[in-house]
């Protein structure tokens, strides 16, 4: 079981940076393939940013790509997005999601563990 704690959310203006940090339980951390995922009003959840488990590979949304950067600290069991260049369409509730077997994906029902999720609005 893999309990997940998204914080770092809040109110921005476009084109400013903000850093969302997921804490994680449990002792295996790296054996989970990391994400984030995102959900504007209206819209469904839609993929952003994967991770593997040791760190070496990540793939990263169209619409985000050059944007947005997945991280993580094993020892840590955190993970980590940075987003700069913000633009008012990255409004949306931001999850943490954990996928055992360290292999990313961007298929959403292929992940196990899911934050209670962290609000970003940024403002024109």
């Known amino acids: 079981q893999v309990q997940l704690v998204e914080s770092g959310g809040g109110l921005v203006q476009a084109g400013d940076s903000l850093r969302l940090s997921c804490a994680a339980s449990g002792r295996t951390f790296s054996l989970y393939a990391m994400a984030w995922f995102r959900q504007a009003p209206g819209k469904e959840r839609e993929f952003v940013v994967a991770i593997n488990g040791n760190g070496g590979s990540t793939y990263t949304a169209d619409s985000v790509k050059g944007r947005f950067t997945i991280s993580r600290d094993n020892a840590k069991k955190t993970v980590a997005l940075q987003m700069n260049s913000l633009k008012p369409e990255d409004t949306a509730v931001y999850y943490c999601?954990?996928?055992?077997?360290?292999?990313?994906?961007?298929?959403?029902?292929?992940?196990?563990?899911w934050g209670q999720g962290t609000q970003v609005t940024v403002s024109s």
């Open positions: 999601a954990a996928r055992f077997g360290g292999v990313h994906t961007t298929i959403i029902d292929a992940y196990d563990f």
